[in-house]
């Protein structure tokens, strides 16, 4: 017997504003057969799912084996899906790919994973287009606990009327993209964004955190380019390896984590000044003199910091004192910027 072209649900339209959603029940097998969960490619500039968790899909499975109801519904949205003149009935193409899950992935890939079949409720969009599903997940998803705040930056760049404080997240977030790229860059590979950073990567979320405050209007990378931006964090880092390689080769990791990033970055608006005011120019031999100027420093020392916050905040401290007493000037400033 030839599969049906449509699959079919009577539903009840949800009229919201100027759009539509339709509201229906599905058994779980079978929208699974119609969805597809849009997971989010760190690499390229598609996609927008964080990465399924197989504990958290076996967990949702047992719990409806067990006969346990799932009453939240799934939001998904279907490219081609027709509506009856009523409005009371909603014909989906019979395809794989007929629409993309937005909110619940989990708890759908749970359920289709189950020993039990189970309707579940279903709220759909007809014909929303990638940008506003993207729009959506955000939405729905930014406060919610499990979702990566990383995505969330990686996705800034989809949504519309964004503030001054989420343009210089998002001015980040493609800098780190940038870095994590570039094969001559010392964030190659080390930026990590819909997973957890492993020992010596960082995480997208934490580059952002401490690098977008210093694009912001009035501080020390407003004035320059994306291009220079970038580039001035890069040098930054190859400057430091090239003036400690021995301590960076050892204490790499910790360059990386959190402490070490925060407070390196805690102390770039003095070191750019000191650098700018000295050399005229941020190159990394220009960044490797200025380090050479505190050869005595113990970075190995951050380790005994512990965690958090206020140990982020002294370890900056601690290298940006060093810097200055070393010059024994203040940070000068300057719209031209020589980075070799």
């Not at 009523?86 to 937005?102: D, L």
């Not at 980040?172 to 570039?182: G, N, P, Q, S, T």
């Not at 003095?270 to 005595?296: M, N, P, R, T």
């Not at 512990?306 to 070393?326: C, P």
Request: net charge positive.
């Amino acid at each position: 017997m030839a599969q049906p072209k449509t699959t079919k649900f009577k539903c009840i339209p949800i009229k919201q504003g100027t759009t539509t959603l339709y509201a229906f029940a599905a058994s779980a097998k079978s929208l699974w057969k119609l969805v597809q969960i849009n997971t989010r490619d760190p690499d390229k500039d598609k996609g927008y799912q964080r990465i399924l968790s197989p504990s958290r899909v076996s967990s949702i499975a047992k719990y409806i084996s067990a006969k346990n109801p799932i009453p939240t519904s799934i939001l998904v949205s279907f490219s081609k899906a027709t509506i009856n003149a009523t409005g009371t009935e909603i014909a989906v193409p019979t395809k794989a790919n007929a629409g993309w899950v937005i909110d619940g992935q989990h708890r759908l890939a749970g359920a289709h994973q189950s020993s039990k079949d189970i309707e579940l409720p279903v709220i759909a969009f007809v014909g929303l287009d990638v940008d506003a599903q993207i729009q959506q997940f955000v939405t729905i998803n930014k406060e919610a606990k499990g979702v990566p705040t990383s995505l969330y930056y990686d996705l800034l760049s989809h949504l519309p009327d964004k503030s001054p404080a989420e343009r210089a997240k998002e001015r980040a977030a493609d800098i780190a993209a940038e870095l994590r790229k570039e094969e001559d860059s010392p964030f190659s590979g080390r930026i990590v964004i819909t997973s957890a950073p492993k020992k010596g990567q960082i995480s997208l979320n934490n580059f952002v955190r401490k690098v977008y405050p210093l694009l912001l209007d009035g501080r020390v990378l407003a004035p320059y380019s994306v291009t220079e931006q970038k580039l001035v964090i890069a040098n930054y880092y190859k400057g430091l390896q090239v003036a400690f390689p021995q301590v960076f080769q050892k204490h790499a990791n910790l360059f990386y984590q959190t402490l070490g990033f925060g407070a390196l970055m805690n102390a770039l608006p003095v070191f750019l000044g000191l650098c700018i005011k000295k050399y005229k120019a941020f190159k990394v031999e220009d960044v490797a003199k200025v380090f050479s100027q505190v050869k005595h420093f113990d970075f190995a020392g951050w380790e005994n910091l512990g965690t958090g916050s206020a140990a982020e905040t002294q370890a900056g401290e601690d290298l940006r004192t060093e810097l200055l007493a070393a010059f024994m000037d203040g940070a000068g400033e300057t719209q031209l910027l020589d980075l070799g």
